[in-house]
């Protein structure tokens, strides 16, 4: 749902009425143990990355290779690294790779007909860091693969609209 902002304008005086309120002591005492529940969590979490980051100094240097394509940042570097590792002689062919990572859209066409092309099941974290990564790399301005992103666009609504 999407709220405009000059709907909101309208309403000033009743929303300054909503946040009119009596604060009180168990109020405060329930904030109090929110906050520290993030303070924790935030915590917890920079403790978690400085792991991985130690866990990753081996292959810092495939860490940086992958981080200078378009779209790929540092946590989808090492996404791509705990589930793939760095030896790439498991797959035999790149198709085995994609069909494995759970990437690769069927194509199921027979007489002209188009049928299911649903995505097959794969490693679930590869394939999510995978999409943010190809959704980052479209969006990025100046960039081969937002071209080429956009060439691939334009033929696929052209061959649904025909």
Known sequence: MVV????????????????????EEHHHFLLE???QRLEAAEKDLATLEQRIQQMLEPYATQLQLLDEIPGVDWTVAAVIIAELDIDMTVFQT?????????ICPGNNESAGKRKSSRITKGN?????????????????????????????KARVVANVLS
């Not at 860091?129 to 959704?135: D, I």
């Open 33 to 35: 143990l929110q906050l």
């Open 124 to 152: 679930v974290y590869l394939k999510t860091a995978l999409v943010e990564a190809a959704t980052s790399a479209a969006r990025a301005k100046g960039t081969y693969l937002r071209d080429k992103f956009y060439r691939l």
């Open 4 to 23: 405009h902002d000059w709907i909101l304008r309208n309403k000033i005086p009743e929303l300054e009425l909503a946040l009119e309120g009596n604060i």
């Open 94 to 102: 790149v198709s085995q790779l994609v069909s494995w990572a759970g």
